[in-house]
């Protein structure tokens, strides 16, 4: 799979991304690193990209629809959120080797100890 990591994430995102086995692209990389988020969102589907992200916005399934994109996984983040608490709960998410396949055109959200998947059915 390939991710479009947004800029509100870590850098070390990518590096957790990648040590999964799949491809990290950073917002920041691409020069999208300050761009509102419907133009992120229009780069992820024009690419079918999966979009990462910790902003919630993404989340909305009426502005987002999961269907019509590769797939949107949104981090539910504490506001005192480190680097490190991030990239655990993506080891974590990544770890779900069984919800991983499930992802295609949908929404997961991930928080910690818990993951939903929402979407077309």
Do not use: C, W
């Not at 390939?2 to 950073?26: K, T, Y």
């Not at 680097?83 to 997961?108: C, H, M, R, V, W």
């Amino acid at each position: 799979m390939r991710f479009l990591i947004d800029a509100d994430l870590p850098r070390s995102a990518g590096e957790v991304v990648r040590r999964h086995g799949h491809e990290a692209v950073d917002a920041r990389d691409i020069g999208l690193g300050s761009a509102k988020d419907p133009v992120i969102a229009r780069y992820a589907q024009a690419q079918s990209l999966y979009l990462l992200s910790g902003d919630f916005d993404f989340a909305d399934l009426r502005n987002y629809p999961p269907e019509q994109y590769a797939g949107i996984v949104v981090l539910y983040l504490p506001r005192t959120a480190t680097a490190a608490y991030i990239n655990a709960l993506l080891e974590s998410f990544f770890a779900q080797t069984d919800l991983i396949p499930q992802l295609p055109g949908k929404l997961a959200i991930v928080e910690n100890g818990r993951i939903r998947l929402r979407g077309a059915r």
